[in-house]
């Protein structure tokens, strides 16, 4: 019986934890908290910080996260579409907007099996 939890455990974890790196993704972005968001990115990701776009490691992405919030302190962060993953692929993305208190930016996020593959700020064309 232990065995068999275990399987339907393991099962239910595979399925949702693609939703469950989007919801963290998302927790971290409400709050600012860059480790927190960092701790969920693969080790090479591609980012996009206004102007800069770059296939980082996760420590120079964590940098550069850094700066991008002490110059934009963040006030919120509200999701605005989310794709859900398919059964052939472990893949998601996530958009929303991102309020600092220099104004608001759009977010965009990839991903991959369960890890932040692509992390891409840029200003809000509103």
């Not at 991008?68 to 398919?86: I, Y």
Request: aromatic share 10%.
């Amino acid at each position: 019986m232990k065995y068999l939890i275990g399987i339907i455990i393991a099962t239910f974890s595979f399925f949702f934890s693609v939703n469950d790196t989007a919801e963290d993704a998302i927790a971290a972005l409400k709050q600012g908290k860059v480790t927190d968001l960092v701790k969920l990115f693969d080790e090479k990701i591609s980012i996009k910080l206004i102007n800069q776009e770059d296939v980082l490691s996760k420590s120079q992405a964590e940098a550069n996260i850094k700066v991008f919030f002490e110059k934009h302190p963040v006030k919120d962060f509200k999701s605005s579409h989310a794709s859900g993953q398919t059964k052939n692929t472990a893949m998601q993305y996530l958009t929303g907007t991102l309020e600092t208190t220099n104004g608001k930016f759009r977010v965009s996020i990839l991903i991959r099996r369960n890890l932040i593959s692509q992390f891409r700020i840029e200003n809000d064309n509103e």
